[in-house]
T-cell receptor
Framework: GAVVSQHPSRVICKSGTSVKIECRSL??????MFWYRQFPKQSLMLMAT?????????EQGVEKDKFLINHASLTLSTLTVTSAHPEDSSFYIC???????????FGEGSRLTVL | GENVEQHPSTLSVQEGDSAVIKCTYS??????FPWYKQELGKGPQLIID?????GEKKDQRIAVTLNKTAKHFSLHITETQPEDSAVYFC??????????????FGTGTQLKVEL
């Protein structure tokens, strides 16, 4: 299957700082990328949908000013958690939709811990 | 919107036995049903998928069945091995290539294969 790379895989930051997570589709072009958050022993919850070159669409209850998403190219999307707080600690996962087939491939996830 | 229910939440089987995980969906327009395996600390990995024009699909020890009338689909793993232990998620989506369409995940099944 196609490969989606996420970086960093783990990050620890202090409360109040901002953290950027990158999501890259390595061997395919992704017109759409999805960002999920997963708490322990729970399912993946969609946070936002980003389309290349346009503003992201956020799910209800997700603060767009806190979770900044940029999808600058067909192979890169970034999620920035601004002014992070301990309750933002979670596993963040991105997914890219392949431009031709529409199939979805997931990254390995990024574990964020806010102290 | 779409609602996907998944059962059981935990499943323990002896090595070599079969495991079955069942999901139901609510939106009759959903037409693509992937299954993901998620190991601890990693992102979901697509293991098999089925489209609505097919009733069954098999890939070695893994098979998926779809009953469109009843709106349910199942994952079957035969000859289970310890490395099959993981969390499995079913999902459903309407229109795989539609830019605005999103995956809806089930709640996950923790599969444990015991020696």
């Amino acid at each position: 299957g196609a490969v989606v790379s996420q970086h960093p895989s783990r990050v620890i930051c202090k409360s109040g700082t901002s953290v950027k997570i990158e999501c890259r589709s390595l061997d395919f072009q992704a017109t759409t990328m999805f960002w999920y958050r997963q708490f322990p022993k729970q399912s993946l919850m969609l946070m936002a949908t980003s389309n290349e070159g346009s503003k992201a669409t956020y799910e209800q209850g997700v603060e767009k000013d806190k979770f900044l998403i940029n999808h600058a190219s067909l192979t890169l999307s970034t999620l920035t958690v601004t002014s992070a707080h301990p309750e933002d600690s979670s596993f963040y996962i991105c997914s890219g939709r392949q431009i031709n087939t529409g199939e979805l491939f997931f990254g390995e996830g990024s574990r964020l811990t806010v102290l | 919107g779409e609602n996907v229910e998944q059962h059981p939440s935990t499943l323990s089987v002896q090595e070599g036995d079969s495991a079955v995980i069942k999901c139901t969906y609510s939106d009759s327009a959903s037409n693509y049903f992937p299954w993901y395996k998620q190991e601890l600390g990693k992102g979901p990995q697509l293991i098999i998928d089925i489209r609505s024009n097919v009733g069954e699909k098999k890939d070695q020890r893994i098979a998926v069945t779809l009953n469109k009338t009843a709106k349910h689909f199942s994952l079957h793993i035969t000859e289970t091995q310890p490395e099959d232990s993981a969390v499995y998620f079913c999902a459903a989506i309407k229109g795989l290539t539609g830019g605005g369409n999103k995956l809806t995940f089930g709640t996950g099944t923790q599969l444990k294969v015991e020696l």
